[in-house]
Antibody
């Protein structure tokens, strides 16, 4: 079964750090670009970051640029999001998502269940 | 950055047709993808590349894209279709390439 499972969320104080993980299974992880998408409580989906299949290229939303770092370990089939200098407005459910290949390129065809990050004192 | 605008809500009776629009500047030149999200669940891809359906998605879900508007159409609406729906494009020419629409809540009356 194709699956993505996030972990690492929790409560953190403003200015703190957190590292999210996303474990992939059921597909050749190293062949796919991967993304993080977040959703604040009661709000819509917001794209956060993307990494290509071998980890050599990344991009970020302006709101997290310079504070968040996306990375991957293809040997461990795991995607990461290192979040530093966290702010209250970073509070959200964070989803990892697989970008499709071929005709589904640019679409997010597999999603994890999400992990909640709460930034509060 | 690129902006995608959706109506906040659409209401439809069971068995009728729901149409959800997604407006963006010259969106017809881009590939548009649509997601369904039910409360407490992760989004699910229902239409990709304007009008194609992933395996397992009913034929009742269809899409179109032209000019400045993309549309997701749900035919013969069922109670289980009640959810939030989001359009999305990947704007590779932008510094902020990943863009989601504002989302539409579909209510089945």
């Amino acid at each position: 079964e194709v699956q993505l499972v996030e972990s690492g969320g929790g409560l953190v104080q403003p200015g703190g750090s957190l590292r999210l993980s996303c474990a992939a299974s059921g597909f050749t992880f190293s062949s796919y670009w991967m993304h993080w998408v977040r959703q604040a409580p009661g709000k819509g989906l917001v794209w956060v970051s993307r990494i290509n299949s071998d980890g050599s290229s990344t991009s970020y939303a302006d709101s997290v640029k310079g504070r968040f770092t996306i990375s991957r370990d293809n040997a461990k089939n795991t995607l990461y999001l290192q979040m530093n200098s966290l702010r209250a407005e970073d509070t959200a459910v964070y989803y990892c998502a697989r970008e499709g290949s071929g005709s589904t390129r640019g679409a997010f065809d597999i999603w994890g269940q999400g992990t909640m990050v709460t930034v509060s004192s | 950055s690129y902006v995608l605008t959706q109506p906040p809500s659409v209401s439809v009776a069971p068995g009728q047709t729901a149409r959800i629009t997604c407006g963006g500047n010259n969106i017809g030149s881009k590939s548009v993808h649509w997601y369904q999200q039910k409360p407490g669940q992760a989004p699910v891809l229902v239409v990709y590349d304007d009008s194609d359906r992933p395996s397992g998605i009913p034929e009742r879900f269809s899409g179109s894209n032209s000019g400045n508007t993309a549309t997701l159409t749900i035919s013969r609406v069922e109670a289980g279709d009640e959810a939030d729906y989001y359009c999305q494009v990947w704007d590779s020419s932008s510094d902020h390439p990943g863009v989601f629409g504002t989302g539409t809540k579909v209510t089945v009356l």
